[in-house]
């Protein structure tokens, strides 16, 4: 089992990637270190972005067992699996940009359903998480067609829906890789593709979130002198693109789902 120092040091260099993964890994390091007060601010300073690791430690700081609620997670992804395969219809095509485990157990899911189905997905530069899955799909069994993002267009041309994943879900909308926001708006607007999001309620903040700027050089590691590079690792998808949030709380319309009582 990796140290708590080691479980932060992949966090924040994206080695563990994908919100509930993160809240996963910081729940097992944080039942193993003896100094729990330090344990929470290191893990929740690793992601400042991730209202799902935010909430994973607070309920362990409340009384929370941190292996049951790992438990609980597993359990609620599988739900959602479920959830999300129903609406996967028989020779769809579905797009996805970057890497959201809960889409990747969707798509398993159907697949393990009998369903026929193929994906386009987009490579997710600078740090190529889309890459990650085509790689897990395929080795599914479940048939990819991959993209640069440039291509994205081309990708959803003759797709059926559009399946993203979620750092955090807010009033304003979703939160996720950056290029969601032109893909989600290109998706409604042009090609009437649906626009669905798949997350664990426990990524809806009511708070304000800043986008993470991250380093130059994952861009450009030798950019010449005077060139800035913009490197945000996140925009906001807007509400009124997405059609429904797929949770563990089922498949509800955007509006229902952030009326809740939080």
């Not at 690793?46 to 359990?75: C, N, W």
């Not at 903040?205 to 950019?223: C, D, F, L, T, Y």
Request: aromatic share 6%.
């Amino acid at each position: 089992m990796a140290t708590l120092q080691q479980t932060v040091s992949d966090i924040k260099s994206l080695k563990i990637q994908g919100s509930q993964t993160v809240a996963e890994t910081a729940l097992k390091a944080w039942a193993l270190s003896k100094d729990k007060k330090l344990a929470s601010k290191l893990l929740r300073d690793a992601r400042p972005t991730e209202p799902m690791l935010f909430r994973a430690i607070h309920a362990v700081e409340t009384g929370a067992d941190p292996l049951r609620l790992v438990g609980k997670l597993r359990k609620d992804r599988q739900r959602i699996a479920k959830i999300g395969a129903d609406l996967i219809k028989n020779d769809a095509i579905i797009f996805t940009h970057c890497h959201s485990s809960t889409v990747v157990e969707i798509l398993k899911e159907a697949k393990a359903q009998g369903k026929r189905f193929e994906v386009h997905n987009t490579e997710t530069r600078p740090m190529f998480q889309g890459r990650i899955t085509a790689t897990e799909l395929a080795k599914a069994g479940i048939k990819v067609c991959h993209y640069v993002d440039s291509a994205a267009i081309d990708a959803m041309k003759q797709a059926d829906m559009f399946l993203m994943g979620a750092d955090w879900i807010s009033q304003k909308g979703v939160a996720n890789k950056i290029g969601t926001e032109m893909f989600a708006e290109i998706a409604t607007k042009y090609l009437k593709i649906p626009v669905y999001c798949c997350s664990h309620s426990w990524k809806f903040s009511s708070g304000n979130i800043q986008i993470e700027q991250r380093p130059a050089k994952e861009v450009w590691p030798n950019a010449p002198k005077n060139v800035i590079v913009h490197n945000p690792a996140f925009e906001i998808a807007e509400a009124k693109h997405i059609k429904g949030v797929i949770s563990e709380l089922g498949m509800l319309s955007f509006d229902k789902f952030v009326k809740r009582k939080w």
